[in-house]
Protein backbone atom coordinates (compact mmCIF):
# COMPACT_ATOMS: atom_id res chain seq x y z
CA UNK A 1 0.00 0.00 0.00
CA UNK A 2 2.83 2.34 0.79
CA UNK A 3 5.88 3.38 -1.09
CA UNK A 4 8.89 1.11 -0.16
CA UNK A 5 12.40 1.82 0.44
CA UNK A 6 14.24 2.02 -3.02
CA UNK A 7 18.05 0.95 -3.39
CA UNK A 8 18.52 3.50 -6.15
CA UNK A 9 18.83 7.06 -6.67
CA UNK A 10 16.21 9.63 -8.63
CA UNK A 11 17.40 12.55 -9.66
CA UNK A 12 15.54 15.60 -8.29
CA UNK A 13 15.47 19.40 -9.50
CA UNK A 14 16.61 21.94 -7.33
CA UNK A 15 14.39 22.46 -4.01
CA UNK A 16 12.55 25.36 -3.27
CA UNK A 17 10.15 26.33 -0.48
CA UNK A 18 6.67 26.63 -1.97
CA UNK A 19 3.38 26.91 0.91
CA UNK A 20 0.13 27.28 -0.52
CA UNK A 21 -2.83 25.09 -1.54
CA UNK A 22 -3.01 24.07 -5.29
CA UNK A 23 -6.78 23.38 -6.49
CA UNK A 24 -6.45 22.49 -9.99
CA UNK A 25 -4.89 25.23 -11.52
CA UNK A 26 -5.60 27.41 -8.93
CA UNK A 27 -3.09 28.82 -6.42
CA UNK A 28 -4.49 29.92 -3.07
CA UNK A 29 -3.13 30.54 0.39
CA UNK A 30 -2.96 27.70 2.83
CA UNK A 31 -5.69 27.40 5.30
CA UNK A 32 -5.85 25.63 8.90
CA UNK A 33 -8.32 23.83 10.11
CA UNK A 34 -8.93 22.35 13.53
CA UNK A 35 -7.12 19.52 15.50
CA UNK A 36 -9.02 16.15 14.72
CA UNK A 37 -10.29 14.63 17.74
CA UNK A 38 -7.71 12.47 19.41
CA UNK A 39 -4.32 12.35 19.78
CA UNK A 40 -0.39 11.31 18.96
CA UNK A 41 1.16 8.99 21.66
CA UNK A 42 4.73 7.29 21.24
CA UNK A 43 5.58 3.61 22.61
CA UNK A 44 9.31 3.40 22.73
CA UNK A 45 10.79 -0.26 21.63
CA UNK A 46 13.80 -1.64 23.33
CA UNK A 47 16.47 -4.34 23.16
CA UNK A 48 16.90 -3.99 19.73
CA UNK A 49 20.38 -2.91 17.88
CA UNK A 50 20.34 -0.26 14.87
CA UNK A 51 16.40 -1.14 14.29
CA UNK A 52 14.34 0.64 11.16
CA UNK A 53 11.08 0.25 10.16
CA UNK A 54 10.08 0.78 6.64
CA UNK A 55 6.05 -0.61 6.65
CA UNK A 56 3.77 -1.20 9.31
CA UNK A 57 0.13 -2.64 8.42
CA UNK A 58 -2.91 -3.14 10.59
CA UNK A 59 -5.98 -5.23 9.78
CA UNK A 60 -7.89 -4.20 13.19
CA UNK A 61 -7.38 -1.77 15.81
CA UNK A 62 -5.63 -4.26 17.94
CA UNK A 63 -3.69 -6.41 15.96
CA UNK A 64 -0.92 -4.68 13.30
CA UNK A 65 2.59 -5.58 12.37
CA UNK A 66 5.80 -3.52 11.57
CA UNK A 67 8.85 -4.56 9.48
CA UNK A 68 12.22 -3.63 8.72
CA UNK A 69 15.74 -3.76 9.56
CA UNK A 70 17.93 -4.42 12.72
CA UNK A 71 21.51 -4.89 13.33
CA UNK A 72 22.84 -2.52 10.99
CA UNK A 73 20.83 -3.55 7.90
CA UNK A 74 21.79 -7.01 8.64
CA UNK A 75 19.05 -8.75 9.33
CA UNK A 76 15.75 -8.64 9.34
CA UNK A 77 13.12 -7.14 11.65
CA UNK A 78 9.40 -8.02 12.10
CA UNK A 79 7.42 -6.80 14.66
CA UNK A 80 3.54 -7.90 16.16
CA UNK A 81 1.22 -5.72 17.99
CA UNK A 82 -0.96 -7.78 20.29
CA UNK A 83 -2.74 -7.38 23.44
CA UNK A 84 -1.52 -4.02 23.79
CA UNK A 85 2.42 -4.60 23.51
CA UNK A 86 4.74 -4.65 20.60
CA UNK A 87 6.56 -7.75 20.42
CA UNK A 88 9.62 -9.33 17.63
CA UNK A 89 8.58 -12.01 15.38
CA UNK A 90 10.89 -14.89 14.01
CA UNK A 91 11.83 -14.66 10.01
CA UNK A 92 12.29 -17.50 8.73
CA UNK A 93 15.85 -18.66 7.87
CA UNK A 94 17.34 -16.74 4.23
CA UNK A 95 15.18 -13.80 4.31
CA UNK A 96 15.93 -10.56 3.18
CA UNK A 97 17.74 -8.25 5.55
CA UNK A 98 15.47 -5.38 4.90
CA UNK A 99 11.94 -5.71 4.59
CA UNK A 100 10.62 -2.79 2.97
CA UNK A 101 6.95 -2.94 3.37
CA UNK A 102 3.91 -5.09 4.89
CA UNK A 103 0.40 -5.60 3.98
CA UNK A 104 -2.56 -7.36 5.57
CA UNK A 105 -5.95 -9.10 3.92
CA UNK A 106 -6.56 -10.44 8.11
CA UNK A 107 -4.82 -11.51 10.89
CA UNK A 108 -3.82 -14.69 9.56
CA UNK A 109 -3.09 -13.31 6.18
CA UNK A 110 -0.27 -10.79 6.25
CA UNK A 111 3.00 -10.54 3.34
CA UNK A 112 5.87 -9.07 3.57
CA UNK A 113 8.57 -8.05 1.23
CA UNK A 114 12.31 -7.44 1.85
CA UNK A 115 15.56 -6.36 -0.33
CA UNK A 116 19.42 -6.89 -0.45
CA UNK A 117 21.33 -10.16 0.53
CA UNK A 118 21.85 -11.49 -2.29
CA UNK A 119 19.77 -13.36 -5.35
CA UNK A 120 19.08 -16.26 -3.48
CA UNK A 121 17.73 -14.58 -0.19
CA UNK A 122 14.17 -14.83 0.11
CA UNK A 123 12.28 -12.14 -0.51
CA UNK A 124 8.80 -12.25 0.20
CA UNK A 125 7.31 -13.95 3.41
CA UNK A 126 3.46 -14.79 4.21
CA UNK A 127 2.24 -14.82 8.10
CA UNK A 128 -0.88 -17.93 8.09
CA UNK A 129 -1.79 -16.92 11.60
CA UNK A 130 0.95 -19.36 13.10
CA UNK A 131 4.24 -18.85 11.19
CA UNK A 132 6.01 -16.74 8.99
CA UNK A 133 7.35 -18.55 5.40
CA UNK A 134 9.48 -17.75 3.61
CA UNK A 135 8.20 -17.44 -0.48
CA UNK A 136 10.44 -17.16 -3.49
CA UNK A 137 9.61 -13.81 -5.68
CA UNK A 138 10.22 -13.38 -9.51
CA UNK A 139 12.56 -9.87 -8.78
CA UNK A 140 15.23 -8.87 -7.02
CA UNK A 141 14.17 -6.06 -5.49
CA UNK A 142 10.14 -6.02 -4.39
CA UNK A 143 8.98 -2.45 -3.59
CA UNK A 144 5.41 -3.10 -2.30
CA UNK A 145 2.76 -5.29 -1.57
CA UNK A 146 -0.83 -4.83 -1.36
CA UNK A 147 -3.84 -7.68 -0.44
CA UNK A 148 -6.68 -7.46 -2.56
CA UNK A 149 -10.79 -7.73 -1.03
CA UNK A 150 -10.18 -11.54 -1.99
CA UNK A 151 -6.79 -12.09 0.24
CA UNK A 152 -4.66 -12.21 -3.14
CA UNK A 153 -1.15 -10.06 -2.72
CA UNK A 154 0.01 -8.30 -4.92
CA UNK A 155 3.97 -6.82 -5.51
CA UNK A 156 5.23 -4.58 -7.26
CA UNK A 157 9.39 -5.18 -8.30
CA UNK A 158 12.16 -5.00 -10.56
CA UNK A 159 16.02 -6.42 -10.96
CA UNK A 160 18.57 -4.77 -8.83
CA UNK A 161 19.72 -2.92 -12.41
CA UNK A 162 16.31 -1.08 -12.52
CA UNK A 163 15.25 -3.62 -15.37
CA UNK A 164 12.05 -5.31 -15.33
CA UNK A 165 9.63 -3.21 -13.35
CA UNK A 166 6.24 -5.44 -13.26
CA UNK A 167 3.48 -6.13 -11.39
CA UNK A 168 2.31 -9.34 -9.86
CA UNK A 169 -0.17 -11.07 -8.31
CA UNK A 170 0.06 -14.10 -6.11
CA UNK A 171 -2.48 -17.48 -7.74
CA UNK A 172 -2.28 -21.02 -7.63
CA UNK A 173 1.02 -20.90 -4.77
CA UNK A 174 2.97 -18.30 -7.17
CA UNK A 175 3.72 -14.59 -8.52
CA UNK A 176 1.77 -14.33 -11.62
CA UNK A 177 3.16 -11.35 -13.84
CA UNK A 178 -0.14 -8.87 -14.80
CA UNK A 179 1.15 -7.32 -17.52
CA UNK A 180 2.37 -3.93 -16.76
CA UNK A 181 6.31 -3.99 -17.63
CA UNK A 182 8.19 -0.79 -17.63
CA UNK A 183 11.11 -0.40 -19.79
CA UNK A 184 13.18 2.77 -20.70
CA UNK A 185 13.82 4.02 -17.07
CA UNK A 186 10.50 3.41 -15.40
CA UNK A 187 9.85 2.25 -12.26
CA UNK A 188 7.25 1.37 -10.04
CA UNK A 189 7.36 1.89 -6.57
CA UNK A 190 3.59 2.24 -5.29
CA UNK A 191 0.60 -0.56 -5.47
CA UNK A 192 -3.15 -0.45 -3.83
CA UNK A 193 -4.97 -3.35 -4.90
CA UNK A 194 -8.73 -2.48 -3.11
CA UNK A 195 -10.32 -6.01 -5.56
CA UNK A 196 -9.24 -7.82 -8.65
CA UNK A 197 -10.37 -5.27 -10.77
CA UNK A 198 -9.54 -2.07 -8.97
CA UNK A 199 -5.76 -1.86 -8.77
CA UNK A 200 -4.05 1.00 -9.03
CA UNK A 201 0.05 1.14 -9.29
CA UNK A 202 2.76 4.25 -9.03
CA UNK A 203 6.16 5.03 -9.84
CA UNK A 204 8.07 7.19 -12.49
CA UNK A 205 7.20 7.04 -15.62
CA UNK A 206 9.32 7.49 -18.79
CA UNK A 207 7.07 9.79 -20.06
CA UNK A 208 3.55 10.95 -18.49
CA UNK A 209 2.64 10.22 -14.87
CA UNK A 210 4.02 7.30 -12.93
CA UNK A 211 0.32 6.27 -12.27
CA UNK A 212 -1.33 3.15 -13.51
CA UNK A 213 -4.66 1.31 -12.79
CA UNK A 214 -6.21 -2.03 -13.71
CA UNK A 215 -10.26 -2.98 -13.88
CA UNK A 216 -9.22 -6.23 -14.29
CA UNK A 217 -8.39 -6.95 -17.94
CA UNK A 218 -6.12 -4.29 -18.84
CA UNK A 219 -3.97 -1.30 -17.40
CA UNK A 220 -4.33 2.31 -18.31
CA UNK A 221 -1.83 5.26 -17.88
CA UNK A 222 -3.63 8.05 -15.71
CA UNK A 223 -2.96 11.99 -16.72
CA UNK A 224 -3.09 13.91 -13.48
CA UNK A 225 -3.21 17.83 -13.98
CA UNK A 226 -0.18 19.61 -13.85
CA UNK A 227 2.51 21.23 -16.37
CA UNK A 228 4.90 18.44 -15.41
CA UNK A 229 4.71 14.53 -15.01
CA UNK A 230 3.65 13.19 -11.13
CA UNK A 231 6.33 10.60 -9.37
CA UNK A 232 3.91 8.45 -7.40
CA UNK A 233 4.95 7.57 -4.11
CA UNK A 234 2.09 6.57 -2.37
CA UNK A 235 -1.46 5.18 -2.75
CA UNK A 236 -4.22 4.82 -0.34
CA UNK A 237 -7.24 3.32 -2.16
CA UNK A 238 -10.51 3.48 -0.13
CA UNK A 239 -13.25 2.85 -2.76
CA UNK A 240 -13.69 3.51 -6.85
CA UNK A 241 -14.36 7.14 -5.99
CA UNK A 242 -12.02 7.38 -3.06
CA UNK A 243 -8.35 7.24 -4.12
CA UNK A 244 -5.57 9.52 -2.48
CA UNK A 245 -1.95 9.70 -3.66
CA UNK A 246 1.08 11.51 -2.64
CA UNK A 247 3.26 12.65 -5.65
CA UNK A 248 6.20 14.67 -6.37
CA UNK A 249 5.88 16.89 -9.54
CA UNK A 250 9.15 16.87 -11.43
CA UNK A 251 9.39 20.36 -12.28
CA UNK A 252 12.09 22.43 -12.47
CA UNK A 253 12.37 24.09 -8.77
CA UNK A 254 10.91 21.24 -7.43
CA UNK A 255 7.65 22.92 -5.74
CA UNK A 256 7.61 19.70 -3.16
CA UNK A 257 5.06 17.13 -2.81
CA UNK A 258 1.15 17.34 -3.86
CA UNK A 259 -1.76 15.04 -2.41
CA UNK A 260 -3.79 14.19 -5.14
CA UNK A 261 -7.54 12.92 -4.99
CA UNK A 262 -9.50 10.67 -7.24
CA UNK A 263 -13.23 11.08 -7.06
CA UNK A 264 -13.93 8.39 -9.47
CA UNK A 265 -14.25 10.92 -12.88
CA UNK A 266 -11.30 13.63 -11.89
CA UNK A 267 -8.12 14.23 -9.96
CA UNK A 268 -8.16 17.27 -7.67
CA UNK A 269 -4.44 18.61 -6.69
CA UNK A 270 -3.44 19.76 -3.50
CA UNK A 271 -0.06 21.46 -2.46
CA UNK A 272 1.25 19.91 0.43
CA UNK A 273 2.25 22.86 3.11
CA UNK A 274 5.31 21.48 4.20
CA UNK A 275 8.83 23.43 3.65
CA UNK A 276 10.87 22.14 1.08
CA UNK A 277 13.82 24.50 1.17
CA UNK A 278 16.40 22.07 1.01
CA UNK A 279 19.14 21.52 -1.99
CA UNK A 280 18.64 18.21 -3.16
CA UNK A 281 19.58 16.86 -5.98
CA UNK A 282 19.33 13.24 -5.59
CA UNK A 283 16.80 11.15 -3.39
CA UNK A 284 18.65 8.17 -2.18
CA UNK A 285 14.83 6.68 -1.35
CA UNK A 286 11.79 6.81 -2.15
CA UNK A 287 10.51 6.74 1.74
CA UNK A 288 12.55 10.50 2.34
CA UNK A 289 9.14 12.28 1.78
CA UNK A 290 7.34 9.79 4.19
CA UNK A 291 3.70 8.83 3.72
CA UNK A 292 -0.21 9.37 3.98
CA UNK A 293 -2.87 7.17 5.48
CA UNK A 294 -6.76 7.37 6.16
CA UNK A 295 -8.23 9.22 9.07
CA UNK A 296 -11.14 7.41 8.72
CA UNK A 297 -13.38 10.07 8.10
CA UNK A 298 -12.82 11.69 4.90
CA UNK A 299 -9.34 13.17 5.49
CA UNK A 300 -5.73 12.06 5.20
CA UNK A 301 -3.17 12.17 7.50
CA UNK A 302 0.71 13.06 6.11
CA UNK A 303 4.15 12.69 7.87
CA UNK A 304 7.08 14.54 5.74
CA UNK A 305 9.81 13.23 7.09
CA UNK A 306 11.13 16.76 7.40
CA UNK A 307 9.09 18.27 10.00
CA UNK A 308 7.98 17.22 13.58
CA UNK A 309 4.52 17.82 12.51
CA UNK A 310 1.74 14.92 11.60
CA UNK A 311 -0.19 16.86 9.03
CA UNK A 312 -3.80 16.83 8.70
CA UNK A 313 -5.86 17.09 5.57
CA UNK A 314 -9.90 17.72 6.24
CA UNK A 315 -10.16 17.48 2.07
CA UNK A 316 -10.23 21.74 2.66
CA UNK A 317 -7.27 22.53 4.94
CA UNK A 318 -4.54 21.48 6.50
CA UNK A 319 -3.70 21.09 10.67
CA UNK A 320 -0.29 20.66 11.81
CA UNK A 321 -0.20 18.26 15.06
CA UNK A 322 3.68 18.55 16.76
CA UNK A 323 4.68 14.53 16.69
CA UNK A 324 5.05 12.92 20.03
CA UNK A 325 8.32 13.77 21.51
CA UNK A 326 9.52 15.67 18.38
CA UNK A 327 10.75 12.49 16.77
CA UNK A 328 13.66 10.12 17.22
CA UNK A 329 16.44 12.59 18.05
CA UNK A 330 17.25 15.16 15.23
CA UNK A 331 15.30 15.41 11.37
CA UNK A 332 11.99 13.12 12.50
CA UNK A 333 11.57 10.10 10.27
CA UNK A 334 8.26 8.55 9.51
CA UNK A 335 8.34 6.05 6.49
CA UNK A 336 4.95 4.65 6.86
CA UNK A 337 1.58 5.16 7.60
CA UNK A 338 -1.17 2.54 8.11
CA UNK A 339 -4.93 3.27 8.98
CA UNK A 340 -6.05 0.82 11.71
CA UNK A 341 -8.65 -1.09 9.78
CA UNK A 342 -11.95 0.81 8.87
CA UNK A 343 -10.77 3.13 12.13
CA UNK A 344 -9.83 6.32 12.84
CA UNK A 345 -6.40 5.22 14.75
CA UNK A 346 -3.12 5.40 12.53
CA UNK A 347 0.56 4.24 12.88
CA UNK A 348 3.29 5.83 12.04
CA UNK A 349 6.53 4.16 12.08
CA UNK A 350 9.85 5.00 10.72
CA UNK A 351 13.99 4.55 11.53
CA UNK A 352 15.26 4.68 14.85
CA UNK A 353 18.00 6.60 16.34
CA UNK A 354 20.79 4.20 17.43
CA UNK A 355 19.72 1.69 19.93
CA UNK A 356 16.22 3.84 20.22
CA UNK A 357 12.96 3.15 18.06
CA UNK A 358 9.79 4.57 18.36
CA UNK A 359 6.18 3.98 17.16
CA UNK A 360 3.58 6.55 16.80
CA UNK A 361 -0.02 5.93 17.35
CA UNK A 362 -3.17 8.59 16.82
CA UNK A 363 -6.38 7.89 18.18
Same mark, same amino acid.
Do not use: C, N
Given at each position: MRTALA??????? #????????????????????????????????????????????????????????????????????????????????GTAPVLVDVASGGPSNVWAVGQGGGDATAKSLHWNGRAWKAVAYPRTQPMAVSVDSRGKAWSVGSNTDGSGAGVFRRTGGTWTDKGLALTG? *?????????????????GLGSSGDGLWHYDGTAW????????????? #???????????????????? #?????????????????TKTPSPYGQV????????? #? *??????????????????????HFDGTAWTDVPRPGGGTGGAPQVYDLAQAGRTA????????? *?????????R
Open positions: RRTAPLA #LAAAVAGTLTGAGLTGTALADAPSGAWTATEITGLTAPALYGVTAPGRERAWAVGTQSSASAPLILSYRHGAWTPQAAPAG *GMLDALAARTPKDVWAGTQMDIPGDWPHWV #LQIVALSPKDVWFYTLPQDP #LFSGPDLVHWDGTAFTVRTFAQDVGF #L *GDIASDGRGGVWLQDSRTAYYRSVWGVGPGA *GDRLLIDRF
